[in-house]
């Protein structure tokens, strides 16, 4: 099963010191970013900030940069940039997709200069959430954009604005075995939005969320990394039906048959590939 980070930090590229400091936070996967964050007149210099960093990374694996939008000269130059580099990241995230094919060619791109990162898309346009599916099969996750997709929908950020694009993300990433990555809160003084939105989105199937703020990291972790209960329980519903003979088994006065085997031997390996590469005995 895949590996699947539980929480992504972004944290453009403007200086060496910020993003080496970026790397003592706890977040699964630090992201650099050379797109949003970065202005324009700045995109060369945050390229060589980029390179610096990744060679300071603890773990490269577990670092990822977003690129310019795919189709932009600083698109070509970003990923001339990263295949270049003597330690490459171990993901790169997309901007401004709108159909499969821009993934296969990114990926060829960098295959043919011996990458081979996972690859993230951002869903932030119509034409992304109405290709989402094909977009999923040829990714490795997804991070829902909402700050573009809201503006581009004439819109405020809210969950009924964004539910339609989560729930065809969730479906989309199930299907195809993708990591679902939720939006980064932009009500950062609002903790409890932060909060509710976490356990709306994980009970929807996504398997982790961004951030911008360190300050979020530890919410986001302990709402989206595995438990220890919740694992505990899995291998109690995964024994119960094994001794029903892969029938229906009551544990706890509840019913318990194939589907719930099924979830719960999914649970089990989600938290074993996460520990194996971002908990503990992995990256940390």
Not at 23 to 38: F, K, N, P, R, T
Not at 115 to 120: D, G, K, L, S, T
Not at 219 to 237: C, E, G, M, Q, S
């Amino acid at each position: 099963m895949r590996a699947t980070p539980r929480s992504i930090l972004y944290t453009p590229a403007l200086s060496l010191d910020r993003l080496v400091k970026a790397w003592s936070y706890d977040a699964d996967v630090h992201l650099i970013d050379l797109e949003d964050g970065v202005p324009g007149p700045d995109k060369a210099a945050a390229r060589a900030v980029c390179r610096a960093a990744l060679e300071k990374a603890p773990e490269p694996r577990n670092t990822a940069v977003r690129i310019n939008q795919l189709g932009t000269i600083e698109a070509v130059r970003d990923v001339l940039a990263l295949t270049e580099s003597p330690v490459p990241p171990g993901t790169v995230m997309m901007t401004m997709v709108d159909s499969a094919v821009e993934v296969v060619l990114l990926r060829d791109m960098l295959a043919s200069a011996g990458a081979r990162p996972e690859i993230y898309v951002t869903v932030e346009t119509p034409a992304a959430v109405a290709h989402v599916d094909a977009i999923a099969e040829a990714a490795d996750g997804l991070v829902l954009g909402s700050a573009d997709l809201a503006a581009t929908l004439g819109i405020e950020i809210t969950w009924a604005g964004m539910l339609a694009a989560r729930q065809a993300m969730a479906l989309a990433c199930a299907r195809h075995g993708t990591a679902c990555i939720d939006t980064a809160n932009f009500r950062l003084a609002e903790p409890d939005v932060l909060a509710e939105e976490v356990e709306r989105v994980r009970a929807l199937g996504f398997h982790g969320k961004a951030t911008v703020h360190p300050g979020e990291l530890a919410a986001i972790n302990a709402a989206l990394r595995p438990d220890p209960d919740r694992l505990a329980h899995a291998r109690r519903v995964t024994e119960a039906v094994r001794a029903a003979d892969g029938g229906i088994a009551v544990l706890d006065g509840s019913m318990v048959g194939p589907p719930f085997a099924r979830l719960a031997r999914d649970t089990v390996a989600a938290h074993d590939a996460w520990t194996a590469r971002f908990g503990a005995g992995g990256a940390r």
